[in-house]
């Protein structure tokens, strides 16, 4: 039966959009980290190419996972959120229209096209959201990319000036697709990871057998693999970096369930707050060995720096950092440092005695964030898509008001200025919605001083 609700049944948690923060407090506690961000959106794509019901456990309670769930009801499944768990049962699907203003308020929407495409032939998606990285000044997101590996399965698509495209297809076709293609630089550029996300989610309802080579192999794709095995899709890994997908053009109708790993940009949060915590600071969450192993370039770069790590199978400790970081220079690339990673690895960069230098091959404008540290009194300065960090920051200035232009500009700035003794105002906080479940309360429960307005 139709659901004919309209609107998000998944109440969206608070987002002020000002804080005051007093700064220079000790941290002191544990935390306990949410699921992953960028899996909850393509495993609910993945869910929504079947017949059958789909669980999806660990959901972060943040904006992404209420409007995906209007998403799915507004188009006709049903959704039923209980705890932490989503309930997905997407048969009743009847429209390849999306909400405008739903897809509009995330990026992640974007992956719902090829399950639309297949059931419908024809979708028209509106321009998503998401995180104009780098400043509203570097425009929507890239679609094209999208577009052209639909095309590659035997699609016809065109893509418009405000973001959305359409496409139409009699049927996708199974097909070889490198994902090389989607490099912009070796082995990584800003359309690999969306382009492989599109490709399997194709070829799982494709007809025919479809070898995709050179994955981006991040959870966020991984991740859609086991529940798509579930539902009832043959996929081989016959090495690393190959997926063969064995399509089922009439619709997998097995039930799945799948439980997504911590986020990992929270734990990476985390690992660059520990230096506020004298003691250390434990991040838990049910199968942080999984989120470590993700995070292994991450994990070494912070190793670099001289942040203590200790993991477990639910637990990473960060710290005490008792010396200075150590200056490092970091290549952000798809398949290594997440460009998400970035702004907090020069966060802690700058404490460190010296010269560091991130280079970020994927976003190579994600450098929001630098004008504003730089009023915190933080010495840097970008370059051919690298930003050197000259430390150590010692002329912590209070006093200033701060706008975030991203979300993860609005969670740097806010861990900057709990650096900064004194009062600092910070605004475009509402971004965090999207990506944490409730980071200033975490903080606070630490031992920060944080209101709103």
Not at 173 to 197: E, I, M, N, Q, V
Not at 216 to 236: N, S
Request: proline share 8%; net charge negative; hydrophobic share 40%.
């Amino acid at each position: 039966m139709k659901n004919t609700h309209d609107r998000p049944t998944v109440p969206r948690p608070p987002a002020p959009d000002r804080l005051t923060v007093r700064g220079g407090n000790p941290l002191h506690g544990t935390v306990t980290t949410s699921g992953f961000k960028h899996s909850l959106v393509t495993t609910v794509a993945a869910a929504c190419l079947g017949q059958g019901t789909a669980r999806i456990a660990n959901c972060p309670a943040i904006a992404e996972t209420g409007t995906l769930a209007a998403l799915v009801e507004q188009l006709g499944g049903e959704a039923r959120l209980s705890g932490t768990e989503l309930t997905l049962d997407p048969s009743g699907i009847d429209t390849a229209a999306p909400d405008p203003e739903l897809s509009a308020s995330i990026h992640g929407s974007v992956y719902l096209a090829p399950m639309l495409l297949a059931r419908f032939g024809s979708v028209t998606m509106p321009g998503t959201g998401g995180c104009r990285i780098g400043g509203e000044a570097q425009g929507r997101r890239p679609v094209s990319h999208y577009v052209d590996v639909l095309e590659r399965f035997g699609a016809r698509g065109r893509t418009y000036d405000d973001g959305g495209f359409t496409v139409r297809a009699d049927g996708l076709r199974a097909c070889a697709l490198d994902l090389a293609d989607y490099w912009t630089s070796r082995g990584s550029g800003p359309y690999h990871s969306g382009a492989t996300k599109v490709a399997l989610l194709a070829a799982a309802v494709a007809r025919g057998t479809s070898v995709l080579d050179h994955v981006y192999a991040k959870p966020d794709v991984l991740d859609m693999v086991p529940l798509l095995r579930q539902a009832g899709v043959d996929i081989e890994t016959p090495a690393p970096g190959r997926l063969v997908v064995h399509g089922v053009p009439d619709r997998p109708a097995g039930a799945s369930r799948t439980v997504l790993p911590p986020d990992l940009i929270e734990v990476v949060t985390w690992c660059c707050a520990s230096v506020l915590c004298p003691e250390g600071l434990t991040v838990t969450g049910a199968g942080m060995d999984r989120a470590a192993r993700a995070l292994a370039p991450e994990l070494a770069v912070l190793r670099e720096l001289g942040v203590p790590l200790e993991t477990g199978p639910d637990t990473l400790t960060a710290g005490p950092v008792t010396t200075p970081p150590a200056p490092v220079d970091v290549l952000v690339t798809a398949g290594g440092v997440f460009s998400d990673s970035q702004p907090f690895l020069a966060l802690l960069a700058s404490l460190a005695e010296g010269t560091s230098r991130i280079q970020d091959t994927v976003w190579t404008s994600r450098f929001g964030y630098a004008e504003q540290l730089t009023e915190l009194g933080v010495k840097l300065d970008i370059r051919d898509a690298t930003v050197s960090v000259h430390g150590p920051w010692t002329a912590a200035v209070p006093g200033r008001r701060l706008v975030a232009g991203d979300l993860r500009a609005a969670a740097v700035l806010l861990l900057a200025a709990l650096h900064v003794p004194g009062t600092t105002r910070l605004e475009g906080m509402g971004h965090l919605a999207r990506g944490y479940a409730d980071l200033t309360a975490q903080l606070v429960g630490l031992g920060a001083d944080i209101t709103e307005g």
